[in-house]
C-alpha cells in the first residue's frame, strides 16, 4: 500500500517552516535573545524563553544519530520505511524519512542530505545518503 500521509496544518509557530519547504529550503529558528537554534518550533525558544526570533536556513546536511524501520500495524507500506533522527551540521537535531538505502545498510554516522519529495502528495523534507543524494 502507499504511504499515506497527513498534509500539514500550519500553525502561526510553525508556517514560516513549510513556507520554506515550499521552496525546498529546510529552515530553523535562531532566537533573537540567546542565539541559539532549535528545532521543531515552538512558541518560545526552549533555552531562554525569549518569543523573539528569526529564521535561518539549514545546509540540509547532517549525520544519522539513530534510526527505526517504521511499520504500521494496519496500513503496511510498499516498502520500508526508514524513520531517522539526523544531527544537522548546525547542532539541531530533525526527523524524516531516509530514503533510497537498505534499512540493513543505514549506520549511525552514516552523512545524510534533505531532499524534498512529494509523498503521498504532500511535500516533505526527507533524507538521502550523501553518495545516493547527489
Known amino acids: 500500500m502507499a504511504a499515506s500521509v497527513v498534509p500539514p496544518s500550519p500553525v ?4 514560516f517552516f513549510w ?3 515550499t521552496r525546498s ?3 530553523l529558528r535562531r532566537c533573537a535573545q540567546c542565539e ?3 528545532h521543531p518550533p515552538s512558541p518560545m525558544c526552549p533555552h531562554c524563553g525569549s518569543v523573539e526570533w528569526r529564521t535561518e536556513a539549514a545546509s540540509g546536511e547532517g549525520t544519522v544519530h539513530s534510526w527505526i524501520v517504521s511499520a504500521h500495524p494496519t496500513e503496511p507500506d510498499d516498502s520500508p520505511r526508514i524513520v531517522v533522527l539526523v544531527d544537522l551540521a548546525e547542532g539541531v537535531r530533525f526527523v524524516a524519512n531516509l530514503a533510497g538505502i537498505a534499512p540493513a545498510d543505514v549506520t549511525v554516522g552514516l552523512a545524510v542530505r ?3 519529495e512529494t509523498v503521498g ?3 516533505l523534507p526527507q533524507f538521502r545518503p550523501v553518495e545516493v543524494a547527489e
Do not use: I, K
Open 12 to 15: 502561526r509557530d510553525d508556517a
Open 19 to 21: 513556507e520554506g519547504v
Open 36 to 38: 541559539r537554534l532549535h
Open 114 to 116: 534533505v531532499t524534498f
Open 121 to 123: 502528495g504532500v511535500l
Open 25 to 27: 529550503q529546510l529552515l
